[in-house]
C-alpha cells in the first residue's frame, strides 16, 4: 500500500484524518464526509476502516456513484472480487479496466471521451507497474483527451524535481483520480506545505487537487495564491488572466482578476469580470455583494442594490452585505429602509462606534431624533475620538440648530489628526456653519 | 466609497492569505471601510502527529497561537489608512475589555 499514501505525508494524513473522523462521528449520515473518511484512512494504508468509511457513505446515499467506485478499488486492492452492488456499474467499463490492471492483465482502455480521470489512473498504473510502453500510451491518451491537463502534470513535475517526472506525478494521484470531493484535502495540504516553505510540495499538491478536478484554471488560481505571497503582482495577474481565458464560464477567476485589476486602479475593467462572474453564478450572495460594490462605485446605484438585497435574501448572516446595503440605502435617499439594516448589524452583535454613529445620523435624518441622540452618545462614550464619528455627530448637532455645540464637536474631529478629504470636508461644514450662524 | 471597500476585501484576502488564516470557515467583507468578520477565526495547521503531542498540550498551544495571529490581523488590518474600523463576530474567540479571549475558555 506504499503507492497510496505517497502524496501526502504521514503527518497530514493523519491531521487530515484525525479533522476528518471528528466530523463524521458529528455528522454520521453525511455520506461526502464518510467518503472523505475513508479515502484518509485508505492513504494511512487501513483498507478495511476506508471500506468501512465507503460503506457508510453508500448507507447514507444508495446513488453515490463515487463511493461505490472507491468500494470496488479497496476491494481489488485487497484481493478481492469486487462486486458493485448497483447493477448499472457491472458493466461500466472503468471496472473493467482497473480489474484488469491490478490483476496484472494487459490494458484496453477504451475509454469514453472526457473521461479524462480514467487515462490519469491508468497512466497512473502503468507507472506503478514499470510498464513504459503503457504508460507512454496512456500519456498520448491523456494528451487527446485533454492537452491542458498534460500541461499541468509537466509543470508540476518540473517544478518539483527540476526535471519532467510524468510517472511520479500521476502515481500520486492514483488514489483519487476518480474522487473529485477530496481535492479539497488535496488543496489545504498544499497549504500546509507551502506554509512549511516547501513552495515546490505545495504546486505538486495543488496540480493533483487540480487534476482530480479536471481543471487547469483552478491550477492557475493557486499558483497565483503561490506567486501573490511571493509579491510578484506582475506573474498573479498572469495567470489569472490564463485561468479566465482557460475557463471563461467558471466565476472564481473572473473574480480574482475582478480584485487585482482593481487594485491596480481598474475598475472598469473589474467591473467586466464581476459582471460575467455575477451572470454565471447568480445564487451566489458573495459575488453579488462584489459585483455590487463596483456597480455603487460606477453610481449604478439601484442595481447595486438590487444585488445586495438579493445577496442578504440569499444569506440573511451576510452581515458585510447588510452593512453595504443599508450604507446604499442611505446613500441613495432611502434612509427609512436602510435603518433595519443597521438596526439588525447591532443586535447581531455587530457593534462599531462608527457603525452606531451612521446609524445614529440616519435615525435623525428619518426624524426619530431621540433615537438618534442615544445612538449618538454611546458611540462618543465608546470613541470620544475618531473624526467622522465626530464629523457626523457635529453635523447632526448643526442640522438641530446646536450650532455652538457643532463647530466644538468639528474643532474635536480636526484635533484627531483626520485624513485629507475628510478634513477639507468637516472644515467645510464648519465655515458654512459659522457663516450661517453670522458669527465671524 | 463602494470602490475602496472592494479594494478593501482584496488586501484584507491578502492579509488573511499571507498570514495563513483558513478561509473556509470565516465570512468577512468591507462595506462603508467598516470591515466585518463573522465565523471561525483559525490558522491552516501545520502537520502534527497526534500521538507526539499530547492532546491538550496542543490544544493550548493552537489556542494561543491562533489568539497572537488574531491579534496580530487585527493589527496589519487597522493599519490600513483605508479601514475605518474591524468589526468581529467570532464563533470561537471574543473580546472582553479590548483583549481577546479564546470563547468558553
Not at chain 1, 97 to 111: E, F, K, M, S, T
Not at chain 1, 223 to 228: C, D, F, Q
Not at chain 1, 294 to 307: D, S, T, V
Amino acid at each position: 500500500m506504499k503507492d497510496t499514501r505517497t502524496f501526502l505525508s504521514e503527518g497530514q494524513v493523519a491531521l487530515l484524518r484525525q479533522d476528518l473522523q471528528a466530523e463524521t462521528e458529528r455528522h454520521p449520515d453525511w455520506a461526502d464526509l464518510q467518503h472523505a473518511t475513508g479515502v484518509l484512512h485508505a492513504l494511512a494504508g487501513d483498507l478495511d476502516a476506508a471500506g468501512a468509511g465507503f460503506r457508510a457513505a453508500l448507507a447514507g446515499n444508495r446513488k453515490y456513484a463515487d463511493a461505490r467506485w472507491s468500494l470496488c478499488w479497496v476491494e481489488l486492492l485487497q484481493g478481492r472480487e469486487a462486486r458493485p452492488e448497483d447493477p448499472s456499474l457491472e458493466g461500466d467499463v472503468r471496472l473493467g479496466i482497473v480489474r484488469d490492471l491490478v490483476q496484472g492483465n494487459a490494458p484496453d482502455p477504451g475509454l469514453r471521451p472526457g473521461d479524462a480521470a480514467t487515462a490519469f489512473a491508468l497512466l497512473a498504473v502503468a507507472a506503478d507497474r514499470r510498464d513504459d510502453r503503457a504508460a507512454e500510451r496512456m500519456r498520448e491518451l491523456l494528451r487527446d483527451l485533454d492537452p491542458g491537463l498534460v500541461d499541468v502534470l509537466e509543470t508540476a513535475g518540473l517544478a518539483k524535481a527540476g526535471q519532467l517526472d510524468l510517472g511520479r506525478v500521476a502515481e500520486l494521484g492514483r488514489p483519487l483520480s476518480l474522487n473529485p470531493g477530496t481535492s479539497v484535502l488535496l488543496e489545504r495540504a498544499a497549504r500546509i506545505e507551502a506554509m512549511s516553505g516547501d513552495e515546490g510540495e505545495a504546486l505538486r499538491l495543488f496540480a493533483v487537487a487540480a487534476l482530480v478536478r479536471g481543471s487547469r484554471a483552478r491550477f492557475l488560481l493557486h499558483r497565483a495564491e503561490l506567486v501573490g505571497r511571493a509579491g510578484d503582482d506582475d506573474e498573479v495577474l498572469q495567470h489569472l488572466q490564463d485561468a479566465v481565458a482557460l475557463e471563461p464560464d467558471w466565476h472564481a477567476p473572473h473574480v480574482a482578476l475582478g480584485y487585482e485589476l482593481s487594485v491596480r486602479g481598474r475598475r472598469d475593467d473589474a467591473l467586466g469580470h464581476l459582471e460575467v462572474a455575477a451572470r454565471l453564478v447568480p445564487g451566489y450572495a458573495d459575488v453579488l455583494y462584489q459585483y455590487a460594490l463596483l456597480l455603487h462605485a460606477a453610481q449604478r446605484n439601484e442595481e447595486a442594490c438590487e444585488r445586495l438585497e438579493a445577496a442578504v435574501r440569499i444569506n440573511p448572516g451576510y452581515h458585510a452585505a447588510r452593512a453595504a446595503l443599508g450604507n446604499v440605502l442611505f446613500e441613495a435617499g432611502r434612509v427609512k429602509e436602510s435603518l433595519p439594516h443597521y438596526e439588525l448589524l447591532l443586535e447581531e452583535g455587530l457593534e462599531s462606534t462608527l457603525l452606531l454613529g451612521r446609524l445614529g445620523y440616519a435615525a435623525h435624518a428619518a426624524g426619530y431624533r431621540d433615537r438618534a441622540e442615544e445612538l449618538f452618545l454611546v458611540a462618543i462614550g465608546g470613541d470620544g475620538n475618531r473624526s467622522e464619528l465626530l464629523c457626523l455627530y457635529g453635523m447632526f448637532l448643526a442640522e438641530t440648530q446646536r450650532v455652538v455645540e457643532a463647530r466644538a464637536v468639528w474643532d474635536r474631529a480636526l484635533a484627531a489628526d483626520p485624513p485629507g478629504a475628510l478634513r477639507a470636508r468637516i472644515e467645510s461644514l464648519r465655515d458654512e456653519a459659522v457663516r450661517g450662524s453670522g458669527d465671524r | 466609497m463602494s470602490v475602496e471597500d472592494f479594494r478593501i476585501n482584496a488586501s484584507v484576502r491578502q492579509v488573511l492569505c499571507r498570514n495563513w488564516v483558513d478561509l473556509q470557515a470565516l465570512n468577512y467583507g468591507a462595506a462603508g471601510r467598516i470591515v466585518y468578520f463573522t465565523g471561525t477565526f483559525q490558522k491552516v495547521r501545520p502537520p502534527r502527529r497526534p500521538e507526539d503531542d499530547p492532546w491538550e498540550t496542543s490544544r493550548q498551544q493552537t489556542l494561543s497561537e491562533t489568539l497572537s495571529l488574531l491579534e496580530d490581523v487585527e493589527r496589519q488590518l487597522r493599519r490600513d489608512p483605508n479601514v475605518v474600523d474591524v468589526v468581529f463576530r467570532l464563533e470561537n474567540f471574543r473580546k472582553i475589555r479590548g483583549k481577546w479571549e479564546g470563547a468558553g475558555v
